[in-house]
């Protein structure tokens, strides 16, 4: 069932969300703060976000993405998300549904930032990072994609040791075919 809440904040708002299935999807913008509490937040139609937003969901937390919707993400954000350490998301910080159609692309673009301790995984979609979009250096960031772009200064850096994330393949970041 659909939650009640909704998935939607700007102009310099700050909002705390439960997990729950938004069935509306996020739409967050305008330097708007959005807490999200620890669980797993499933996100239907729509996750767009852009213009100075910070998301913050240190508790243990997991995105899933469902159906066709695409990342949007735009313009100076601020991602800190940490994936749970147990339960049957552990170690998982955003998923994208494995049988999402193939052409899907999600954008991270113009300094955003993604501090996330966990796997990115979208083993179906594109990934694209773009113009100073960056993993962030203090964390363990996983990516599992069908195919990541990497153009104009993007920068995703892996720093797993002593987190307790578990390695996917050897310490060394590489694209493997």
């Not at 904040?9 to 913008?29: E, K, Q, R, V, W």
């Not at 995105?63 to 100076?76: E, F, K, R």
């Not at 339960?87 to 994208?96: H, K, V």
């Amino acid at each position: 069932a659909c939650t009640g809440q909704s998935g939607t904040a700007g102009n310099n708002a700050t909002i705390t969300l439960n997990p729950g299935n938004f069935c509306s999807g996020f739409d967050f913008s305008n330097n708007a703060t959005v807490n999200l509490q620890p669980g797993t937040y499933y996100i239907d139609s729509k996750f767009d976000v852009t213009n100075n937003v910070t998301i913050n969901a240190t508790g243990g937390g997991t995105l899933v993405i469902t159906g066709n919707c695409a990342l949007d993400w735009d313009s100076n954000l601020h991602i800190n998300l940490v994936a749970p350490t147990s339960g049957n998301y552990a170690g998982i910080a955003l998923f994208g549904n494995r049988s999402a159609s193939d052409n899907i692309e999600h954008v991270f673009n113009n300094n955003s930032y993604l501090d996330v301790q966990g796997v990115i995984y979208f083993p179906n979609q594109i990934l694209r990072f773009l113009n100073n979009g960056i993993t962030g250096t203090s964390q363990c960031t996983q990516i599992v994609a069908r195919i990541i772009r990497i153009y104009n200064n993007a920068h995703l850096d892996n720093n797993c040791a002593g987190t307790g994330v578990r390695p996917i393949g050897p310490s060394l970041s590489k694209l493997v075919e």
